[in-house]
């Protein structure tokens, strides 16, 4: 098929793989324009975009796709379809409208649950049992179009959000070629109105860790802002990262540390802090990062 490709970060690479190796002719890819980053705040390519010239592909970058000269130079490609994952902008019904066979998307949730912008960080914040990507017909509403293929997948009880991102990139180019392979053959079923939420952008202000919350939702906090933008607390007047944690045993003071391993306590319970990361320092495991900060038995993180 003549593919229209558009997508934007990490997220979004292995599927414009996979549909190369597919076979699909990918005849224009469409990702965010550079943007600074680094040090010296350079410009630089997003993950797509670097994939994408690497395998000798045309980018575009529009910065709206709402002007009438972006979208007939959408329209004059002529595609079959467009394949969406990850893009950042949003389609106008004309551009919905200009391949033949409409657009799709690969969603990261099992819709209609976590429709919207964080859909991988929600999930496990809220403690689900299981995630998945549905294979969707894009219409004018926010993560509203029919689903024409679904699979699930359990949230493992220490992942990440980004281990659980790399899983489900990985599970979505699959999908998106198996639904390319059988569109034809495939019912669109439309979403129930039951069960929808939305998965709101992170906020940073979220992720100061509370730990007068039960040990469950700081873990699950830990997790799913792992890695970006990253749970914290102040150990004096430095912040520190939590990019790890399980449950574990244990009760105290809300914020008390249990013993060197950095076992804390919780308003119930307690949770084991794995993996840290000092204020423009790597991160590191628990272990390592214990021999540089020496944070005591009895401290109680966030005070003084």
């Known amino acids: 098929m003549r593919v229209i ?40 390519s ?24 972006a979208q007939a130079e959408f329209a004059d490609l002529n595609a079959d379809i467009a394949v969406v994952v990850a893009y950042g902008l949003i389609l106008p019904q004309v551009i919905l409208d200009a ?48 689903v024409l293929l679904r699979e699930a997948t359990p949230i493992r009880s220490a992942e990440t959000t980004i281990e659980l991102h790399d899983r489900l990139g990985d599970m979505g180019a699959r999908l998106i070629v198996d639904a390319l392979a059988k569109l034809p053959d495939l019912t669109p079923e439309p979403q129930p109105e039951e069960g929808v939420t939305y998965a709101a952008k992170i906020d940073k202000a979220e992720a100061r860790i509370d730990w007068e919350q039960p040990a469950e939702d700081v873990d699950r906090l830990i997790r799913g802002l792992s890695p970006f933008p990253g749970a914290w607390f102040e150990m004096g007047e430095t912040r520190v990262k939590v990019l790890g944690s399980t449950l574990a045993g244990g009760e105290g003071v ?28 790597a991160a590191q495991n628990v272990a390592v990062f214990q021999q540089g900060a020496q944070i005591a038995s009895g401290t109680v993180l966030g005070k003084g």
């Not at 395998?55 to 000269?69: A, D, E, F, H, M």
């Not at 809300?254 to 320092?281: F, I, M, N, P, S």
């Open 46 to 69: 997003s993950p797509v975009q670097a994939r994408a010239e690497a395998l000798g592909l045309p980018v575009r970058n529009p910065i709206s796709l709402k002007t009438t000269g």
């Open 99 to 146: 391949p033949a066979q409409g657009c799709l998307n690969i969603h990261a949730s099992l819709l209609p649950r976590w429709r919207g912008a964080a859909p991988i960080h929600r999930a496990i914040m809220a403690g689900d049992a299981e995630t998945g990507i549905c294979i969707m017909q894009m219409e004018a509403g926010l993560d509203t179009g029919p």
């Open 254 to 281: 809300a914020g008390e540390v249990l013993d060197q391993t950095l076992r804390v306590a919780c308003g119930t319970g307690a949770v084991q802090l794995t993996r840290l990361q000092r204020a423009g320092k």
């Open 5 to 44: 490709f558009m997508g934007t970060p990490e997220f979004s690479v292995p599927v414009l793989d996979a549909l190369v190796l597919a076979g699909h002719e990918v005849i224009c890819v469409y990702c965010q324009p550079p943007r600074p980053a680094g040090r010296g705040k350079k410009d630089r």
